[in-house]
């Protein structure tokens, strides 16, 4: 069975620091997705990473592919109030299906 | 993109009976899945709603639990049946594009069964 691990657990930060979220497996992947959460609300799509290695940029959120592609990051630049909330990764249960397994998830609060 | 509608939004239920969650996507989607989250954590995958067939449930999921309708392309439902408090969590339906694999969530059904 897949296992998809997220580190930190929880993080509480105050608003203008850095963080980074990991999530890590044993098992290579072709592709990995990166979600937020926000209370009352589904997960919304941030980024799917597909080449080991890759790195890709939304705003002050950065992504990042593990070379071996069995793991991910997600850095946040000078954190914001906004940015709080629950991310999640993701990846596709097998080569060839739809079906996606989530990560233990982090939960990130940024205080004012 | 897709914009998904789930109703009800939330719901207190007593033990024993059973509560349909209907989802609409505004957009015709290939594939429909539902997922269960307890709050602040992870989503557990429930099913795949296969238009026009039965749908295929994960393991710890049976049909006689949660049945699931998938009429057309565009809605779904999701049955809690013979609830127990051990149901109470938020129910989530999902469309995903298979051109892009990009993933549209609901908002969600909170169930709190007493």
């Known amino acids: 069975t897949q296992l998809l691990e997220q580190s930190p657990q929880f993080l509480s930060i105050q608003e203008g620091e850095n963080l980074t979220v990991y999530c890590n497996s044993s098992s290579v992947f072709s592709s990995l997705q990166w979600y937020r959460q926000e209370p009352g609300e589904g997960p919304v799509l941030l980024v799917t990473v597909v080449t080991g290695g890759e790195v890709k940029k939304l705003k002050r959120l950065t992504f990042q592919f593990g070379d071996a592609r069995k793991d991910s990051s997600l850095h946040i630049t000078a954190a914001q109030p906004g940015d709080t909330g629950l991310y999640l990764c993701a990846v596709r249960t097998t080569s060839g299906t739809y079906k996606y397994i989530f990560g233990t998830g982090t939960r990130l609060k940024v205080l004012a | 993109s897709a914009v998904i509608s789930q109703k009800p939004s939330r719901d207190i239920c007593q033990r024993g009976t059973s509560l349909t969650i209907q989802c609409q996507v505004d957009s015709q989607v290939t594939m429909m899945f539902w997922y269960r989250q307890q709050p602040g954590q992870s989503l557990t995958l429930i099913a795949t709603?296969?238009?026009?067939?039965?749908?295929?449930?994960e393991s710890g999921f049976v049909i006689d639990k949660f049945p699931i309708s998938r009429p057309n392309l565009t809605f779904s439902t999701l049955t809690v049946s013979n609830m127990s408090p051990e149901d109470s969590s938020i129910y989530l339906c999902?469309?995903?594009?298979?051109?892009?694999?990009?993933?549209?969530f609901g908002p969600g059904t909170r169930l709190t069964v007493t």
């Open positions: 709603a296969n238009q026009g067939s039965e749908a295929t449930y």
């Open positions: 999902s469309a995903l594009f298979v051109e892009s694999y990009e993933q549209y």
